[in-house]
């Protein structure tokens, strides 16, 4: 089996990246992570991308789904994505994308149930993930999904993702300090104390390292959501 193309690990860590500005993107995350000893992380980040010894069984349905997953990312790939929101044709041909990934993912949901690693590998169930995060009348049920699925079948970290996004459209604290506002503030997160921790077991760096991700990424100040 040929090896897999995954969905890039920035997505994953630093969903306001697009192609774009992938170069900017990669030489910020490489000097955020550049003093980072944290090692737990990068365990559970390694553990879910090897593929040594896990073949798939569906390989066309994976490349159907990275290519959807494609789709979600080229109409979304522009400079600034604020300032694109401000647009109405943007705006219009990314709900018109959105609605062809809904159909397209629920019918796969429909016929297989939530797509996970036996089935499409790693980056064909993250490209399942990524789908489902851009449309809200999914969101729910695609966490309910994956959440009911054995843990090796999906990502920790697109749980940790999908579940913080869930919690804030639910106007709930989040858990993983993934979600950040318009304004680049953080809604307000449970448990803050063992943020970090949380953070680990779910392939997520530490908070200081996330914090430096996104201050370079988008070029304004984010607020340390620890102090006051």
């Known amino acids: 089996m040929e090896t897999h193309v995954r969905i890039p690990l920035l997505l994953l860590l630093c969903p306001l990246a697009t192609a774009a500005a992938q170069s ?3 030489s910020v995350v490489q ?3 550049a003093g980072d000893s944290a090692t737990r992380w990068r365990q559970v980040q390694v ?3 090897d593929t040594l010894g896990k073949p798939w069984s569906n390989d066309s349905l994976r490349r159907r789904l990275l290519a ?3 789709a979600d990312q080229s109409v979304r790939d522009v400079p600034n994505a ?3 929101m401000r647009d109405s044709e943007f705006v219009r041909r990314m709900r018109a994308q959105d609605a062809r990934d809904s159909a397209a993912l629920v019918a796969i949901i429909d016929r297989y149930g939530w797509p996970g690693r036996r089935l499409v590998g790693p980056d064909g169930a993250s490209a399942a993930w990524l789908i489902a995060q851009h449309i809200p009348g999914l969101q729910h049920e695609a966490l309910r999904l994956m959440l009911a699925m054995p843990p090796a079948e999906t990502s920790r970290t697109d749980v940790a993702m999908l579940e913080d996004r869930v919690l804030v459209s639910d106007g ?4 993983f300090a993934t979600q950040l506002t318009d304004a680049n503030e953080f809604p307000p997160i449970a448990d803050i104390a063992h943020l970090d921790w949380r953070r680990a077991e779910a392939g997520l760096p530490p908070l200081d390292v996330y914090l430096c991700m996104m201050r370079g990424l988008t ?10």
Not at 172 to 175: A, F, H, L, N, V
Not at 222 to 228: L, S, Y
């Open 82 to 84: 604020a300032d694109s």
């Open 172 to 175: 709930k604290p989040q858990r």
């Open 219 to 228: 070029g304004k100040a984010v607020k340390d959501p620890r102090r006051p």
């Open 24 to 26: 900017h993107a990669d």
């Open 68 to 70: 959807l997953a494609s």
């Open 31 to 33: 000097a955020c992570m």
């Open 47 to 49: 553990a879910w991308t």
